[in-house]
C-alpha cells in the first residue's frame, strides 16, 4: 500500500471521538481485466479489532484500501458511520490512521521528526500540543529513546513501532494495519500483537488489520475475515474460525507438509 495521505481538520473541530463502524456492501473492484474483489459484504463493529486474513493474492490489501478511501470500488460501496471513506468531509470529520506495511518513514527525518510532520503540515493542532502528542505516542510503546534516532538506526520490528506511533498522534477513530507483523520475527510478531490489542482499551479505537500471522489473528481478534480469490469464505470469532469444518479455511490456517505430494506439483498438473 503506498504511503498516500488522508487530510483531516485539527482535532478540535472534532467533538465526538468515540470509535466508528465501517459498513461494506456488495463491493467489488478489478484492475484492467483482471477482477479482484467480488461482491464483498461486511459490517465491522465500533471498537472491535477486526483482521482479514487470506493467501497471497487474495485481494486483503485491496479492501483495505477501499475502506481507506484511497481508491473507490468499482460497484458497491463503503461507509465509515454512514459515510463515504473517499470523500473530503469524512476525512475531516473522523481521524483515521494507516499503519504501512513497509514503515513509510521518511530516512531522512528522525523518529521525531517522522511523527511531527503530517500535523504540521496540515494544523492538525499548536506546535507545543504536537511534541506532547510525539513524546507521549513513543512513551506508549516504550521507545521514547528513539526520538533522535533516524530510520537506518532502528531494527525492523523497531520501525513498526514507530509507524504505530506516528498512527497515535493522529488520536485515531480508525486505525489500519496492513500486515503488521510482516518481515518480523516471531517474538517482535507477538509484541505488535500485544501491542494493537493494548491500544484498543487505552484508545477505545476500531482496529481492522490485513494479515498473514495466524496467531495475531486468533488470539487478539474479536472476529477474523477471510479471503480467498477475492471472495469472503467466513466472518465469525476466532474459536469458530478454529473450529470451522470448512477444508478450505482448515487448511489455511493449518497447513501440513507433503514431501510426497507437494503442493507446487499439484499446481503444476492442474495448469496443463
Not at 126 to 146: C, F, G, W, Y
Not at 218 to 228: E, F, G, K, M, N
Request: hydrophobic share 40%; net charge neutral; charged share 25%.
Amino acid at each position: 500500500m503506498s504511503a498516500a495521505k488522508l487530510k483531516t481538520k485539527p482535532s478540535a473541530e472534532r467533538q465526538d471521538r468515540s470509535p466508528v463502524g465501517i459498513e461494506v456492501s456488495s463491493l467489488s473492484k478489478g484492475y484492467d481485466h483482471q477482477q479482484v474483489l467480488f461482491d464483498i459484504n461486511l459490517a465491522i463493529k465500533p471498537g472491535e479489532i477486526f483482521t482479514i486474513m487470506g493467501p497471497s493474492g487474495s485481494g486483503k490489501s485491496v479492501l483495505l484500501r477501499q475502506i481507506a478511501g484511497l481508491e473507490s470500488p468499482d460497484t458497491g460501496k463503503v461507509r465509515i458511520n454512514g459515510l463515504d471513506p473517499a470523500e473530503p468531509a469524512t476525512r475531516d470529520r473522523f481521524a483515521l490512521a494507516l499503519v504501512f506495511q513497509a514503515g513509510a518513514l521518511f530516512n531522512s527525518l528522525t523518529v521525531y521528526d517522522n511523527l511531527a510532520l503530517y500535523p504540521m503540515e496540515h494544523h492538525i493542532c499548536p506546535k507545543s500540543e504536537i511534541r506532547d502528542r510525539v513524546m507521549h505516542a513513543l512513551q506508549i510503546l516504550s521507545i521514547e529513546n528513539t526520538f533522535n534516532k533516524l530510520p537506518a538506526e532502528l531494527s525492523g520490528g523497531m520501525k513498526k513501532r514507530v509507524a504505530i506511533a506516528r498512527a497515535l498522534v493522529m488520536e485515531p477513530q480508525l486505525i489500519l494495519y496492513d500486515e503488521p507483523t510482516s518481515e518480523l520475527d516471531p517474538v517482535m510478531s507477538a509484541t505488535i500483537a500485544e501491542i494493537i490489542a493494548t491500544l484498543k482499551e487505552q484508545f477505545t479505537v476500531t482496529s481492522i488489520v490485513v494479515s498473514h500471522d495466524r496467531d495475531l489473528a486468533l488470539t487478539v481478534s474479536d472476529r477474523v475475515a477471510i479471503l480467498r480469490q477475492g471472495r469472503l469464505l467466513a466472518v465469525d470469532t476466532p474459536a469458530a474460525i478454529r473450529s470451522t469444518s470448512d477444508p478450505v479455511i482448515r487448511d489455511f490456517l493449518n497447513p501440513q507438509i507433503d514431501l510426497r505430494n507437494p503442493r507446487f506439483k499439484q499446481l503444476e498438473a492442474s495448469n496443463e
